[in-house]
């Protein structure tokens, strides 16, 4: 949903194509993103559902992208805006790469730029509606961090988004380790996706694994989880509640 705010130039209003928007809603939205650092570099899940308004209208968005030499943005919320913030981040890293100068952007370069960027545009009351996750690997570092659509920023050994930041994080606490090998660390991203999948509507059984490392990016092909559906909960998911529902 936009509004248009007239603006007064003297005499009369200018015309349409010059009024200010507004986004007060986001149309087609994504929903979590979970990441996790493991002992070569990190690790990202996403699944690739569009949602407009509560239908799952899209489901081939692909919602994690690599960001010149050595970071992946993830990102949850609107989609559009999602495209806007990686047009930003093209002009980011072509302007970079023109210095050519040997040297390039690394993943914490990448993460303070979003921060600003989401912030000034909280600032303007007119903000990107994206959580978004920045992960990557320069000089042998690992780096993982996040940013709200204020501008809310911070770094963590693993993060989520949306739904993730309450049903995944718990599980996340408990069994991550700085040593996880590449196999358990898909094994842990599956298990917070297979959660997020039998409790968040917005998602959908079709995800894809990104990690990066010192070598580069790889993304894998879509692929589905096996689910268990015949919990006794999922039966009669109301018994006990209060209320006429």
């Keep these: ?26 149309y087609v ?8 650092k493991y002992k070569d570099g990190v690790l990202m899940a996403s699944d690739m559902g569009g949602s407009y308004g509560s239908t799952l209208r899209y489901k081939n968005i692909e919602r994690v992208k690599a960001i010149g030499k050595h970071s ?22 072509l302007n970079d790469n023109m210095w050519d100068d040997g040297n390039s ?16 545009r909280r600032n303007k009351f007119n903000p990107l509606w ?3 996750v920045l992960g ?3 000089n042998g570092q690992s780096y993982l961090g996040m940013v709200s659509m204020i501008g809310v920023s911070f770094e963590d050994n693993h993060v989520a988004t949306g739904f993730g930041n309450h049903l995944a994080r718990p599980i996340l606490r408990d069994e991550w380790h700085a040593d996880l090998s590449f196999e358990d660390g898909v094994k842990l991203l599956e298990k917070c996706m297979r959660v997020l999948l039998y409790r968040d509507r917005s998602a959908i059984n079709k995800l894809q694994i990104s990690k990066i490392t010192e070598e580069g990016v790889t993304v894998s092909q879509p692929y589905s989880l096996k689910t268990f559906w015949e919990f006794q909960a999922f039966h009669n998911p109301t018994a006990g509640a209060q209320g006429s529902w």
């Excluded at 949903?1 to 986001?26: H, V, W």
């Excluded at 805006?81 to 981040?89: G, K, V």
């Excluded at 952007?105 to 000034?120: A, C, D, F, I, S």
Aim: glycine residues 8%.
């Design 1 to 26: 949903m936009t509004f248009t705010i007239p603006i007064d130039n003297g005499d009369a209003l200018k015309n349409a194509e010059t009024d200010s928007q507004r986004t007060l809603y986001p």
């Design 29 to 36: 939205t994504g929903t979590s993103i979970v990441a996790i």
């Design 72 to 93: 992946l943005l993830g990102a949850s919320g609107e989609i559009s805006d999602f495209q806007e913030i990686l047009r930003y981040l093209d002009e980011l890293v």
């Design 105 to 120: 952007l690394g993943p914490k370069e990448v993460h303070n730029y979003l921060t600003r960027v989401m912030y000034n």
């Design 130 to 132: 994206n959580t978004l």
């Design 136 to 138: 990557g690997v320069k």
